[in-house]
């Protein structure tokens, strides 16, 4: 049974920096694509960054310079490093597994924790 867990969310202000985590278990981490996606209030699910198993990233442009995406196969752990954070990054964020079974796409994810950006 897959298994993602997040931690490291919180209230910050304007300016400041969090890093979320995400442990997997149930899965051989090493051959998934990780991702955090976030959703705000009243908004659609968004990809937020993207990693490779080979560790090719990927980002939003709204988050490109400010948040780092990074992965620990031997912890079984994706990270993601939020830098001057701003109100507009306020959203629960879920971790995401992906692995391509053929052309098709198998999903897990996380339970989500929440970030608020606030003064």
């Known amino acids: 049974q897959v298994q993602l867990v997040e931690s490291g969310g919180g209230l910050v202000q304007p300016g400041g920096s969090l890093r979320l985590s995400c442990t997997a278990s149930?899965?051989?981490?090493?051959?998934?694509?990780m991702g955090w996606y976030r959703q705000a209030p009243g908004k659609q699910r968004e990809l937020v960054a993207a990693i490779t198993s080979g560790g090719t990233t990927n980002y939003a442009d709204s988050v490109k310079g400010r948040f780092t995406i990074s992965r620990d196969n031997a912890k079984n752990t994706v990270y993601l490093q939020m830098n001057s954070l701003k109100p507009e990054d306020t959203a629960v964020y879920y971790c995401?597994?992906?692995?391509?079974?053929?052309?098709?796409?198998?999903?897990?994810w996380g339970q989500g924790t929440q970030v608020t950006v606030s003064s």
């Open positions: 995401n597994a992906r692995i391509w079974l053929g052309t098709t796409a198998s999903d897990d």
């Open positions: 149930g899965i051989i981490f090493s051959r998934y694509g």
